[in-house]
Every structure is written in structure tokens, then in C-alpha cells.
């Protein structure tokens, strides 16, 4: 299967800031690759599909980019909204489909 | 609006099993692939499985955490997703959610690949097994 790791694990920062998050991939996933957030007791929420495309309804602060096996989330200035799990989600093998283990962005 | 309500959850002892439901409105049910996602306490998300459309063969794919153990089928004219789970374990313990896949294709040499990824939640269930 294939290995997803996030960077970092937990991310403090402060409303207005801009975050990043990493996703590493065991091997090439090209670009079949989702962000996902997660805010307690709720279900997870699609951000971004296909490693850079934004969902619709999504606010403009998130975007994604990379291929291959690096990938990032970034939110360009942080919400109150958005204190949350991110998870990155790869499909390249439908059969076989993995999520990171999460990154928690807290308030600082 | 598209929803997703799960049902079935409860507390089994190991070894025994529980089906899920998944009843869907707002969209057109058997145009999609349907997957389970679950979530331990206070851990992760881990796929489970999913099973494609009717039109896509209506086959199914799992984790190997629950291969023979899990199964998924689906009655598109109820708009429900099923996860029949036996043999059920404490590592079984979680949140189970499902979802709505969305399928890309892309064309390579002489035959299509496809890809799915999933868009809506529903709110989840809770299976708890213990003794």
C-alpha cells in the first residue's frame, strides 16, 4: 500500500497567518490526490481533489499544489473557521485508497 | 440538497456481526460509487471499501484490514449502501462513515483508468464492540 505522511503533526498558529501542510507520498500517486478537513465530532469536508482543484463552495484561502510523491495544503490567511484536522487523501489506486495521518492546526 | 444518513450502530461483542445503512437523497444514487471510511477513537481515517456503480460493473474493493470479513452491496432502488461486517473485533471499534465517490478517467494506450475520489459525508454511525 501506498504510505501517506503529513507534516507537521500538529501546527500552531494565529488567525491572519499563512500555513502550510505537507504530504508526502511511499511512491508516485501523480496527482490523484485530496485534502480533507475534519473539525470534532463531524464528517470529514472535501477542500481539494486532483491535488490542486479547488471544491466548490470552498473559500479561495485554500489551494493545493504538487505531483508525484509531494504535495502541500496551504491556507493563505488563517480563519477562525478553520482550526481544524487536515488529512491528505491519495486515489491513485482505487483498490487500495490511503489518508495521512492527520495535521491539526490549533490556536496559538 | 445532497445527504447521506448512516444507521446500524451499536455496541456487539467480538465476534459477532452488525449491518450498516446508508440512505442517500438529493442525488441520483446509482449514478455513483458509494465507499466506507472509518475512524477509531481519537485516531485517523482509514478507508474500508467501496462498490462502484451498476453501470461500472457494481463491483467491490477493501481494505485488507477487513477483506473477508466486510462486505458492501447496494440497492439503487432504496438509495442505500450496505457494510455487513462480521467476525467483528475490538480493532473493529470506530466511527463509520460513508461517503459519495466521484470518478475521473483517464485515458491510457488503449483502455481508460479510473479514479475516485469522495465528495459527500454522511455524519457517521458507531460500532463499539466489547465484550
Known amino acids: 500500500d501506498i504510505q501517506l505522511t503529513q507534516s507537521p503533526s500538529t501546527l500552531s498558529a494565529s488567525v491572519g497567518d499563512r500555513v502550510t501542510i505537507t504530504c508526502r507520498a511511499s511512491?508516485?500517486?501523480?496527482?490523484?490526490l485530496a485534502w480533507y478537513q475534519q473539525k470534532p465530532g463531524t464528517a470529514p469536508k472535501l477542500l481539494i481533489y486532483?491535488?490542486?482543484n479547488l471544491q466548490s463552495g470552498v473559500p479561495s484561502r485554500f489551494s493545493g499544489s504538487g505531483s508525484g510523491t509531494e504535495f502541500t495544503l496551504t491556507i493563505s490567511s488563517l480563519q477562525p473557521d478553520d482550526f481544524a484536522t487536515y488529512y491528505c487523501q491519495q486515489y491513485s489506486s482505487y483498490s487500495s485508497r490511503t489518508f495521512g495521518q492527520g495535521t491539526k492546526v490549533e490556536i496559538k | 440538497e445532497m445527504q447521506l444518513v448512516e444507521s446500524g450502530g451499536d455496541l456487539v461483542q467480538p465476534g459477532r456481526s452488525l449491518r450498516l445503512s446508508c440512505t442517500a437523497s438529493g442525488f441520483k444514487f446509482g449514478d455513483y460509487a458509494m465507499s466506507w471510511v472509518r475512524q477509531a477513537p481519537g485516531k485517523g481515517l482509514e478507508w474500508v471499501g467501496f462498490?462502484?456503480?451498476?453501470?461500472?460493473?457494481?463491483?467491490?474493493e477493501y481494505a485488507a484490514s477487513v477483506k473477508g470479513r466486510f462486505t458492501i452491496s447496494r440497492d439503487d432502488s432504496r438509495s442505500i449502501a450496505y457494510l455487513q461486517m462480521n467476525s467483528l473485533k475490538a480493532e473493529d471499534t470506530a466511527v463509520y462513515y460513508c461517503s459519495r465517490d466521484i470518478i475521473e478517467a483517464k485515458a491510457t494506450s488503449m483502455v481508460y483508468r479510473y479514479y475516485y475520489y469522495m465528495d459527500v459525508w454522511g455524519n457517521g454511525t458507531t460500532v463499539t464492540v466489547s465484550s
Open positions: 486532483k491535488a490542486s
Open positions: 511512491q508516485s500517486v501523480s496527482s490523484w
Open positions: 462498490i462502484k456503480s451498476k453501470p461500472y460493473g457494481g463491483t467491490t
